[in-house]
């Protein structure tokens, strides 16, 4: 190659790096003019979508939700205070059924009693008699207690019918056994080994205990539990309408 060619070679290489003077205004941020712009790495413009919630908007969105649940709460008060009925109804049921295959099977006397003396009303007390050693009966051991729950108690209320369930007594009275003894009612009945029910002195004790909750403004929600002396039958029950009226239904 010429000495002539090799000094014009550098010239062309400084050439090929030179920006144009535009160009480099417009990566500066700046106008032909060389005017800076105001917001040269603003992408976009922000949307007024992007606020978010207003306080009044929020404010509205917990009214309705209160609102909402308040109308829930009322709705299922008479459900909850039913279900609360229901519970006692099915402890009692367990309670005396239990009692009764114990004895059965144990050939022990269970007794079932309501609302036992020294313990809170509303309290269902479970014992029994253990066998006799030497011919002298042990004294009467507990086997466990059940309790209601705080609203329900064992009470008749006005507007209970006159035909109580099995014809036990006439609705007035909420722990009515010792049917047909002559003695006044009992607050307890015996499970024997046999299966039936007796009192102390071995009479045969039918009966029925009311469960209600005096608070509610309905009769209807109230359950009853029959026992029959002679064969220890335990039965549950509750108030329907007949013809305008109530009657007692077996469940």
Known sequence: ?????????????????VRSAPMVAFQDGRGV???????????????NKQRGFSLLELLITVAIGLTIAGITFIAMMPLYN???VDSAYDTTLMALRNSRQLAITQSHQYFVNFN????????????YQPPAVNGVLPAIQQVTTYTLPPDISF????????????????????????????????????????????DNLG??????????RTADPTIYNARAVTVWGSTGRVRGWRLNQQSGAPIWAQQ
């Open 82 to 84: 039913r279900n609360h």
């Open 33 to 47: 003019s060389g005017i800076r712009h105001p917001f040269p790495e603003r992408p976009y413009m922000t949307s």
């Open 116 to 127: 036992p003396s020294g313990f809170p009303a509303g309290t269902i007390q479970v014992t």
């Open 203 to 212: 009479n045969y004790n039918s009966g029925v205990v009311y469960l209600s």
């Open 155 to 198: 009470a008749v209320m006005g507007g209970f019918p006159a035909n109580a369930p099995d014809a036990f007594g006439s609705g007035i009275t909420a722990i009515d056994f010792g049917q047909g003894l002559g003695a006044g009612s009992l607050t307890y009945v015996c499970f024997m080994p046999d299966g039936s029910a007796q």
């Open 1 to 17: 190659m010429s000495d002539a060619m090799k000094e014009r070679e550098p010239a062309l290489f400084p050439c090929m790096r």
